[in-house]
């Protein structure tokens, strides 16, 4: 019985480590910290000039999604929006959009925060397998 266990433990474990893979990618915040969770994705995209304004009352966010591949790709991006405490600001109505970046093309992402708390940023992009 122990044995059965510890192979459905073992099972559950590779199939989580082998999901994982697909969503990390590549978090730049507006402070200029990078972090990557996928270096073979970075190999081929980079997250640059990452910006910040104020539009009213409201943090306007900006990036630069570089692809170093010559092969098309699809990624995805987000938004994620920080009050001055770092606690995520309506991290759940934020959804992930999906853009293809064709062979060398540099393309500019940007969003507005959901409201006046927001004074820091993170922008992640990952690498989508759908088309």
Same mark, same amino acid.
Request: proline residues 1%; aromatic residues 8%.
């Given at each position: 019985?122990?044995?059965?266990?510890t192979?459905?433990l073992?099972?559950? #474990?590779?199939? =989580?480590?082998?999901?994982? *893979?697909?969503?990390?990618? /590549? *978090?730049?915040?507006?402070?200029?910290?990078?972090?990557? %969770? +996928?270096?073979?994705?970075?190999? %081929? /995209?980079?997250?640059?000039?990452?910006? #910040?304004?104020?539009?009213?009352?409201?943090?306007?966010?900006?990036? =630069?999604? !570089?692809?170093? $591949? $010559?092969?098309?790709?699809?990624?995805?991006?987000?938004?994620?929006?920080y %009050?001055?405490?770092?606690?995520?600001?309506?991290?759940? #109505?934020? *959804?992930?959009?999906?853009?293809? =970046?064709?062979?060398?093309?540099? =393309?500019? !992402? *940007?969003?507005?925060?959901? +409201? #006046?708390?927001?004074?820091?940023? %993170?922008?992640?992009?990952?690498?989508?397998? $759908?088309?």
């Amino acid at each position: 019985m122990k044995q059965i266990y510890t192979g459905l433990l073992l099972v559950a #474990a590779l199939t =989580l480590g082998a999901c994982a *893979s697909h969503t990390a990618g /590549i *978090s730049v915040s507006s402070l200029g910290e990078t972090r990557v %969770d +996928n270096t073979s994705f970075a190999r %081929d /995209i980079a997250v640059q000039s990452v910006d #910040a304004r104020r539009v009213g009352d409201l943090v306007q966010g900006s990036a =630069l999604i !570089v692809s170093k $591949s $010559s092969t098309d790709m699809r990624v995805q991006y987000k938004f994620t929006w920080y %009050d001055a405490s770092g606690y995520t600001i309506e991290d759940e #109505a934020t *959804s992930w959009k999906s853009v293809k =970046l064709h062979g060398k093309q540099q =393309l500019q !992402v *940007s969003a507005v925060a959901p +409201n #006046a708390q927001v004074v820091k940023f %993170d922008v992640y992009v990952r690498e989508t397998f $759908s088309n």
